[in-house]
Each structure stands twice: as C-alpha cells, then as structure tokens.
C-alpha cells in the first residue's frame, strides 16, 4: 500500500528516523527465525539480546515478507525527547493511515507533559484505525528517558488487533512486563533464540569464502555459541590466515577482530570500574554476588551482576532467581587477555582468592584448578592430599590424575603431601608396589614431623596399610592408631583409618570390638564409598562367622547398592567386595547371581599389584569358600593355594588361617563325593536332614537360611543324584553310601 499523503507540518522523517529502516544486510536468509517470528500472534514481539545477534536484520527480513505496511524507527540518543520521540511514532503511522489533527495538535507545542496530552489521543486513534500494520521500534535501549519509556509502553499496550509492535533492544526495557505477559500480550525471544544453527553457520561462513565440514562448522558454532556476528568475524579472521586447520584451532576471543568488536560495541559505553569488575571476573566460570565480592574485595557484586545482565552485556543468567551467571564463552576469553596485560601477580591474587573461597564452600575441584591457575603449587598440594580419599572412593580416579598430572615428578617427590596423593592414586588402582613406593618418599621427606606435618604422616601409613602391609596385622594396626588420635571426626581419611583397624581386629579373633570399629567406619564412610562398601563387607564376613545370614546378606545388599550408584564395578579393589557377595549369595542359594560375583571378583583381583598381604589372602580365601559353594572345587584350589603363598607375610591374621584350614577341609570333602555326585558342602548338610521328619521349613529354621535357599539346595541335589523326590534322593544317597542305612532295614 502507498504510503497517504499529510498536511501536519512536522520535521522531516529522516531528521527524525536516523538512518530510518536498515536495508537488509545479512549474509544469510534465516528462514527458521523468519517463521518463529511469524508465528508469533501477541501484540508485541520483542527481540532482546546482545550486540551482533542479528535483531534489526531479522525484523527486516520478516516485515519485507509481512503483507501489512510497517513503520520502522531507529532510535538514538536524540529520542530521548518525549516530544520528538512521539512526534516520530505518530508521523510514521500517519503515512500508513492518516492520523488526526487532534492527535499532533499538542506535538506542535513546547511544553513540558507533551506525552499526558499526545499519548491518550493517540490510543484512542489507534483503537479506530482500519489497516493493519507493524511499527518496528529498533534500538529501544538507547531510550532511557522516563517520560519517553512510559509512552512507549502506553502505546505497545494499546496495538489494535491484527497490528503489532516490533522491539529490538539490547536490554529488556523498564515496561510493566510482567502484566504484559500475565494478559498474553508479549512473546519475548532472547539470544538463545537468535543464535545461529550449524545450517545457517555454514551459510555464513560460506558467504565469507569459506567452505568448512560438519565437524569444523559445529566447532566454530559451540565456540562461538552460536553469536551471529561472532560467526562471521571467525570467518573474515579464517580466511585472512594461510592454513585453515591452524587458523581454526587458533581462534579465540582473543582474536583481534572479535576484540575489536567488543570494544567498540560494548567496552566503549562503560565506565572504569565496571570494565575493571568485567575483567577481573573472567577467571570464574560462574559468576554469583558471593564469589565476585570475595575475589574483588567488594559488597555489591550482586547488584552489579544484576545491571549487566539487564544491560544483555553478554552475561548469561543461570537461573530464573539473579543469583549465578557466567560470561560468554568469546567475551570471557577476551576479557581474559585482557587480564593478562594486568600482570600474573593481579590474576595471581584474583585466583588464589578464588580458591580460598570455593574452599569454604566445598568446591574442591574449582578449589584446586584455582589453586594450579594461581601456581600456588601448596595450596593445591593441601586440597588434593586431602580430598584424595573422597575422590578415588567415589570412582573420579581420573580427576585424581589428572590433578597430579600437572606437577611434574620432581614437584611430586619434594612434596610429602603431593607423594601421599599419589600413592592414594595407586592404591585405588590396586598397585601395591607404587603404594610402597610414594608413602615411603612421603616419610622419608617429612622424618620427624611436627604440627599440621603429623597428619600427612598419619595419611602415608594409613595408605600403606590399606595397600602396601606385608608385616602382619598387627603392625598395620600400629600403622593406623597415629591416625586415629590425630585425625578429625570429619576428616576423609579417619574412614580409611578405621576400616583397617577393624579388619586388624576381625582378623585377630576381636569380633565384637571389630564389629564395633567396622559400624563406624561403614556410617562415616558415606562420603567415601569404596570404603564403605569394604567395611560393609568385612561386616558381613563377621555375620557368617556369627552364623547370621540374615546380617550377612543385609549388609552386602548395602555395599552392593553403592558399588551400582557410584559405578565402583571395575575398581581392582573392590574385589573383596564381590568375592564376598558371591559366598553370601552363593549360600542363599542365588547361584547365577553367584557365579557373577565371582567371576567378577577373580577379574578384578588379576588386576591387584602386591596390595597388602591380608587383602589379597582373604579375597582368595572367600572367592574359594564361594566357589565351592558352586560346585567348582577345582577353581577353589586355586585360590585356596594363591591365599596360602600370601599368609606367609600375614601369619598373625589367625582367623584367615582358621578359614583357610576349613576350606581346604571342604575342598577335600567336595573332592570325595565329587565322582558321580559333585555336592557341596551346604547340599551334603541337607542331604543328611532329608531322612528327618522335619520340613524345609523347619530344615531352615535350624540352619540359618530361608525356606527359598533350602528348597533351591533341594533341587540341585534332586538334579544331581537324578531323581525327582525327596524319598528318591534319600533312597539314593544310602545305595550310594551318602547316608547310613534305614535301621529299619537291618536284620
């Protein structure tokens, strides 16, 4: 439609527009934003994002395919004038469908409440308006202007139907949105929204001479999160460098045409100490009042967050509460160089700070990489030597290296604390040896410790009894009791601590103090799981030897919970665990379940490196007690066998040798009716109960298991003698010479 003629005398458009509608200058049609914005059916649409994400081309593609007529304004500085601001709006709309006398009347005045008179008049005239149209306010956030906000929002609020008011700001603008979006009459689209898609990054980079694969283009779109005018600057700064793999991997915010770009759209508006709070705060990946204050030494770090993000200054909110954002990912790389011409000493400072306070909170991990950023290689040091328990017990054995992967070997060996978390590292991995090794250069650096020295002392012994004993334990419980006097209730090694006291104790026959040390140690060990998940299993091995099953597989359903939640399955250490899960389940008469187990168990064990002498000889001794319990004594024998070379440096566990004798015993007993009939030890047990008036109820009652156990033991006897009954398998068993005679049948 063509535009109708006017008499008004008002100031010439282009005085009033600026540069008026942008001519459409995209390097790409973005049909997919195109047809969100079309679908949009709310009176107002508002664009709001940051420089660069393509808003005013986007509104420019969309109403130059719109049917209706548009009217578009860019804003400036100069419209901050209530009067030339609204003498604008109404003349634009005056060329669409004439507007009346009443409604400039007051425009052709200069004094002061021009909006009071105009704004009214000019609803009403809206209200009575016949075309449909689309008025594009671009720019809006350059408005700051209270008595020009306030009729912009009067004027959005009354669109008549079928029209709509277009906005593309920077900042969401001081309108009463939320009223606005209670009454459905806004759809907001953020820079989420306007972000560039593979496709469409593709296009663009295209459009610069640069014809990249999938892979390369999706990198440049996660790197520059999809930042429109970020893409193309990566594209002019590729392809102005020989060697397009080089230069792609080279791209950073940091780039001199992104920082180019930065500080013209957005450093050059801001004053000294919010570019100084912007810089300094790019060593965090999380931005919150809390942190900001400690590493700047402020208290209005929130607020200032608050503003930025207000002002789209490309922070992004974390959550829907103005509590956590973060920069983006190009402007903090670029901020970060700009920290870098401060000095290390500044970002020295900012990161050790940093670190200190994610210390109190519990944040180990940024703790730490704070600590290696600010080459504080001590306060690093102190946080991983002391939450190294609490990570490999948890399964993040490869934050562990990766942490010590930083030092180099020789910072290792001059550190105790560092040479304590390495064998920590090992002793998960099963590697006695290494354990040996890093505990004794811990020792031999700290000698005769003092003061906070004594705990890393007490931590390298307890680590080498966990994985390194071969004296017996008797001296691994020597090795350990430093560490229970010096050692905090909450530290995350006294768990550790008290597991080897307990099994110390459990081995020398001191059941009920074992019992008691191992419950401790199994409710402190909640933050550490591997630990629990041992002493819970010692736990059950003190059940069995109280003939309580029920307790047995009680605990080990415990352990076996946290092994699955914390993915402890393939930790070499863990073996223990499954040997006795297997021997529980194997006697409850879940072989299948069984069977895994020990398999399990016999894998993981093959992957131990001379870990202590007593670990290694009651993993084999209970995976040949489960074994036999499978009717596999010859897979028994061997474990049995590997169990005796290990107590020879572990002679005083007297109770692994009472069980070693017995299971020999059993091996021998499996062996003697192992030609036609291979029955186990628990099956033989029953097979002597079946001759009895007693019912499988009653059989269970007075051997500790459930009915369930004894009737699945039933079977698997009735299979092997290859009958089908319990008078055919007694009748069997006595021509067989299993069981005596009937007396019934003497002479």
Partial sequence: MSPATTTHSTPHLADLFGEGRPVRSGLVRRDRLIARLDSVDTPVLMLVAPAGYGKSTALADWTAQ???????????????????????????????????????????????????????????????????????????????????????????????????????????????????????????LSASELEMSADEAAQTLAACGLEL??????????????????????????????????????????????????????????????????????????????????VLDRNDSGEVLRRLARSNLLIVPLDHRDRVYRHRALFREMLLSELARLGASESSGLHTRASQWYREQGDVDRAVSHAMDASDRDLAADLIWTNAPALISSGRHAT?????????????????????????????????????????????RLGGSTGADKATAAAARIIRASGAAHSGVLKMREDVEPGLELLPSDSPWRPLCLLVDGVSRHLCRELDEARRTLEGAARQGSATPAVETL?????????????????????????????????????????????????????????????????TAARLQGGLKEMSSWYEAETHITLGRALLQLDDPVAARVHLAAAGRHMRK??????????????????????????????????????????????FRQIADQSFVSQNTVKTQAQSVYRKLGVSSRAEAVACARAAGLLDSDPRDSP
Wanted: hydrophobic letters at 45%.
């Fill in 400 to 444: 562990l290296r990766a942490w010590l992967d930083e030092f180099t070997v020789d910072q290792l060996s001059t550190s105790p604390a560092l040479c304590v978390a390495r064998a920590t590292r090992h002793l998960a991995e099963g590697n006695g040896q290494e354990v040996e090794r890093w505990t004794g250069m811990a020792l031999d």
């Fill in 66 to 188: 719109d049917e209706r007529p548009s009217a578009w304004l860019t804003l400036d500085e100069r419209h901050n004038d209530p009067a030339l601001l609204l003498c604008a709006i109404v003349s634009l709309l005056d060329e669409i469908e004439p507007i009346g006398d009443e409604v400039f009347a007051p425009l052709s005045t200069t004094r002061s409440g021009v909006s009071s008179a105009v704004v009214p008049r000019l609803r009403t005239a809206l209200n009575s308006r016949h075309i449909p149209f689309v008025l594009v306010l671009d720019d809006l956030h350059v408005v700051r202007h209270p008595e020009c906000v306030a009729p912009l929002a009067a004027i959005a609020q009354s669109v008549p139907a079928g029209s709509q008011v277009a906005i593309a700001s920077r900042a969401a603008p001081p309108f009463p949105l939320g009223r606005m979006r209670a009454d459905r009459l806004l759809t907001e």
């Fill in 650 to 695: 572990a002679s005083d566990a007297v109770l692994l040798q009472d069980w070693l004798t017995e299971a020999w015993a059993e091996v021998e007993t499996a062996g003697s009716v192992g030609g036609r009939w291979p029955l186990t030890p628990a099956e033989l047990k029953l097979l002597h109960m079946l001759p009895t008036h007693f019912s």
């Fill in 213 to 294: 694969g999938q892979d390369a283009v999706e990198m440049l779109v996660h790197r520059t999160e999809g930042w429109p005018v970020g893409l193309y600057l990566a594209g002019l700064s590729i392809t102005q460098k020989s060697g397009v793999d080089v230069a792609l991997a080279d791209f950073h915010g940091d780039d001199r045409l992104i920082a180019d770009y930065v500080r013209d759209e957005f450093f050059a508006a801001l004053d000294e100490d919010t570019l100084s709070f912007l810089i300094r705060t790019s060593i965090l990946d999380r931005l919150s009042g809390e942190v900001c204050d400690a």
């Fill in 535 to 599: 002493c819970r299993s010692q736990l059950a091995l003190v059940a069995i030897d109280d003939d309580d099953m029920g307790e047995a597989e009680r605990q080990m359903q415990l352990a076996m919970v946290r092994v699955e939640h914390f993915g402890l399955g393939d930790h070499p250490t863990q073996a223990l665990v499954f040997a006795v899960s297997a021997l529980v389940r194997g006697r409850r008469g879940r072989s299948e379940a069984a069977s895994f187990d020990a398999k």
